[in-house]
């Protein structure tokens, strides 16, 4: 059966990411597209097995099967099969505007245990990235965009047994949350250093820090601010917070800042750093961690 020029049904010779991945290299191909792309687009495969590619010509129709004469349990159900990338991107929007919101929403509520803070941070984070993905003036950009729409209905379809969720319920939002920073990473990346590079050479690392000027915060510690793009690391600009002080001047401290006691102490300090990464959602967490602990890097002498 077809519908709006895309084959609705189970292809028992063809999964759907083998389907869709062959389009979008083909599209991003057209526009010479920087490598980082195609990284992009084959991180979080759907299974741990390389990925035959599969040219949509070559797709045996005669072969397709429903969903419930189909022997395999690892591969997506009710998916589409693409002929050209404008099939893809018809179906993204449609897809985009009807039924992708609320079916991200349930399966990061179910695999996270009904946490709904959890669940929408997730789907805010993922809606987030789709937004920035359609506001560079380019199309490659778009082409991502496309791709992580795939992407994600390539992991919210994959079933209970599926070997790479069902070692964890959580996995898959996991994966949803990871696949979506991911591509904003790559997408920063790509803005700085192939669409919008700078115009003149960065300088080096060292002479930025050699020129930083800071700001006497009280005697014995100092502030600075590590702004714009260096030669020295290929990713993109900088933003980095530096607090410069001897030992003999310092008293470090860690802090959970949520609460009452944590805010007092916060209005005691000089000056205040985040804590980075902690605990909140990957399980199982073992005694004596628990969610929220900081899981960032602290060096202390």
Known sequence: KH????????????????????IIRSQLDKYNAPDLCYTTIQAFPSTDDHLTWVNPSQVNHSQVNHPSNSPSTHLPEHLPTFHTYEDAVSFCKEQQNTTLPSQMLQNCKEALDGDDNQANM?????????????????PIPKILHTALILKSLTILREPSNHPLSASNKSRKALRIRGIS??????????????IRPPLNSPPPLSSMLESLTYTQIIPGLRHGFLNGSTSSLQCGPMSINILLSSPSHLKLTTVDVRGEGGRSMMEKSTAAVSGGFFLYSESPILPPSRRTDPVGMLVTS
């Not at 997730?122 to 380019?138: E, H, I, K």
């Open 122 to 138: 997730f789907c805010r984070r993922f809606q987030s990235v789709l937004t920035l993905l359609l506001s560079p003036p380019s």
């Open 181 to 194: 920073d991911y591509y904003y990473s790559q997408l920063s990346v790509l803005l700085h250093l192939h």
């Open 3 to 22: 519908i709006k020029s895309y084959t609705h049904a189970y292809m028992s010779n063809v999964t759907f990411e083998q389907n869709w991945l062959p």
